[in-house]
């Protein structure tokens, strides 16, 4: 399987119906602008929120590394919609071999997100550069380097994607979507369904999804 093509496509999909066919040129249907370098910058920023890296708080706290690979997939989400608006949506299968470090270093991965914050930022002021590609080399080194491969990047992102499906077919705009489920929150849910059940396809997925949610 190409995880990668499989996964541009879903967000294509995704985005189709979450902001309507226009949304390449820039805007949603609404006619609000889109910035998905904003977005990844602001993904990058909390993945570093990951790691105990403040100097005055919490100082013997464990990094979060759960929670800063939930902030990559968030990532890879904007960068693969930021490729799409471009127009180059086929360069990325070039990383679908890449093997992932054993061991994940902390102070690598906040070095990597940092500068991931500068360029993605940078080139939101400066609509004259052209960050895609090295934005993609960054993320894909942060991949490694969290011992993430594409295979586990495709399942976690299959997860959220759905998961997105979901809530803007079940009113998450107009905010009648219930996301606690239970005791907890859907993703807890959708990530469970898919622990269960790694080689579920999209479409059983988001019918497990369902049969979850009538349950409430």
Same mark, same amino acid.
């Given at each position: 399987?190409? /995880?990668? @093509?499989?996964? =541009? ?8 119906? #979450? ?8 805007? #949603? ?18 993945? *570093?929120?990951?790691?105990?890296? @403040? ?5 013997? !706290? ?14 890879? /989400? ?10 180059? %949506?086929? =360069? ?13 270093? +902390? ?7 940092? @500068?991931?914050?500068?360029? !993605?930022?940078? %080139? ?22 969290? %011992?993430?491969?594409? +295979? ?13 499906? =979901?809530?803007?077919? /079940?009113?998450? @705009?107009?905010? !009648? ?13 959708? =990530?469970? *369904?898919?622990?269960?059940? +790694?080689?579920?396809?999209? $479409? $059983?997925?988001? #019918? ?5 949610? %009538?349950?409430?």
């Amino acid at each position: 399987m190409n /995880h990668i @093509k499989q996964m =541009f496509e879903l967000q294509m999909k995704l985005n189709n119906a #979450t902001n309507g066919e226009i949304w390449t040129e820039g805007a #949603t249907k609404e006619g609000r602008p889109i910035s998905w370098l904003r977005c990844i910058y602001m993904e990058a920023a909390e993945a *570093i929120d990951s790691f105990n890296w @403040k100097h005055w708080k919490d100082i013997e !706290s464990e990094n979060d590394i759960d929670n800063a690979k939930v902030e990559l997939v968030d990532i890879w /989400h904007f960068l693969m919609s930021e490729a799409i608006h471009y127009g180059d %949506a086929s =360069f990325a299968e070039i990383y679908n071999d890449m093997v992932p470090e054993r061991d994940i270093d +902390p102070e690598k991965m906040v070095e990597i997100f940092e @500068k991931i914050v500068a360029i !993605s930022a940078s %080139a939101n002021v400066d609509k004259s550069q052209n960050s895609l590609y090295q934005l993609f080399a960054l993320f894909f080194q942060a991949l490694g380097n969290m %011992a993430m491969d594409v +295979p586990e990047l495709y399942k976690r992102y299959l997860v959220k994607n759905q998961l997105n499906t =979901f809530r803007q077919d /079940h009113g998450y @705009k107009d905010g !009648s979507y219930v996301k606690m489920w239970g005791a907890v929150e859907d993703n807890v849910v959708a =990530f469970n *369904i898919m622990e269960e059940s +790694p080689e579920l396809t999209p $479409e $059983e997925l988001y #019918t497990q999804l369902e049969e979850a949610y %009538a349950q409430l």
